[in-house]
């Protein structure tokens, strides 16, 4: 099966480069980490930032109920 590409919205908000992304297992949310030292929590149904964090982030996870962030000396 082949899914639509087509781009619904742009997340605006991140100040540097996208360094990673996420989506929740509910279909929710998306996690995004950036090279502005953000995380930031997205409403998808909305389509607005929903929670921004400031760390050193390299990646982001969602499973479950929980999300996992890296970041560059240590793992929370």
Known sequence: MRRNRE????????TSRVTSAAY?????WILSA?????LK???I???VCYATF????TSVAASG?????ELSQEVI
Request: no cysteine.
């Open 7 to 14: 781009v619904r919205s742009v997340l605006k908000g991140h």
């Open 24 to 28: 929740s297992p509910n279909g929710r």
């Open 34 to 38: 950036s090279d502005d030292k953000s």
């Open 41 to 43: 929590v997205w409403d």
């Open 45 to 47: 149904e909305h389509g």
């Open 54 to 57: 400031y760390a050193d982030v």
């Open 65 to 69: 109920h929980r999300i996992a962030s």
